[in-house]
């Protein structure tokens, strides 16, 4: 089954407009990873939170980790037509497994014009 | 500009047929692993390895699916014999492993199946 939860499925915004998805999971993680996949490619790593770190920033995105509530938030900022693809929250585990990573069920962004 | 490649990108073939699907890592990465992405299914972990060898191979149907790396440069995944519940996209990722990196992963654009 899948260790992440991607909450809403899809989102549907206006350009400019600020877009929030959630990712719930369920061990004790390592760290917290968020990918972004467009239409028929392939997924690009987009930031990384650790299990220590409570919020990161890079650009016009924003991660947030709750680890007493086994949540994390992705924010994009100002949103843009560009933006638009499904996000997918991934955790890499405490114990064994090395750097396998265990992906969410995704989120569908759309940012319309 | 490092990036994974892979090949096929599209492969269209009956049910039956031999599918062998190839991966190039980026160079110095050490660690491969194979997924499968399916709308009702998601993104689904078939196969990893670490210096070559088979770290875990859980997630893929063992009677018909087959993973190696017969060098650090090319990763196999075959299918025989492929049936029409095998059509997905197959990704390849690569990374370093753990003590020099923290897991982040890098994708190949895929091979999409379709098994008809």
């Known amino acids: 089954s899948q260790q992440g939860e991607e909450d809403p499925q899809a989102l549907s915004i206006q350009e400019g407009e600020n877009a929030t998805m959630n990712c719930s999971y369920k061990t004790s993680i390592n760290n917290l990873q968020w990918y972004r996949q467009n239409s028929g490619r392939g997924l690009v790593h987009l930031i990384l939170i650790r299990s220590n770190e409570r919020e990161k920033h890079s650009g016009r995105l924003r991660v947030t980790l709750d680890t007493s509530k086994k949540s994390s938030s992705l924010l994009i900022t100002a949103s843009r037509a560009a933006d638009t693809a499904s996000y997918f929250c991934?955790?890499?585990?405490?114990?064994?497994?090395?750097?396998?990573?265990?992906f969410g069920t995704g989120t569908q962004l759309k940012v319309e014009l | 500009d490092a990036r994974v490649t892979q090949t096929p990108r599209d492969k269209v073939t009956e049910m039956g047929q031999e599918v062998t699907m190839r991966c190039q890592p980026i160079?110095?990465?050490?660690?491969v692993f194979w997924y499968r992405q399916t709308m009702k299914q998601g993104l689904e972990l078939l196969a990893y390895f670490r210096n070559r060898a088979p770290l875990d191979d859980s997630g893929m149907p063992k009677d018909r699916f087959s993973a190696e790396m017969p060098d650090a440069t090319l990763a196999t995944l075959k299918i025989q014999p492929s049936e029409p519940r095998d059509s997905a996209v197959y990704f390849c990722a690569s990374g370093l492993g753990p003590g020099t990196s923290e897991g982040e992963q890098f994708f190949g654009p895929g091979t999409r199946l379709t098994v008809l």
């Open positions: 991934a955790t890499r585990g405490l114990t064994g497994g090395g750097n396998k990573l265990t």
């Open positions: 160079l110095g990465h050490n660690t």
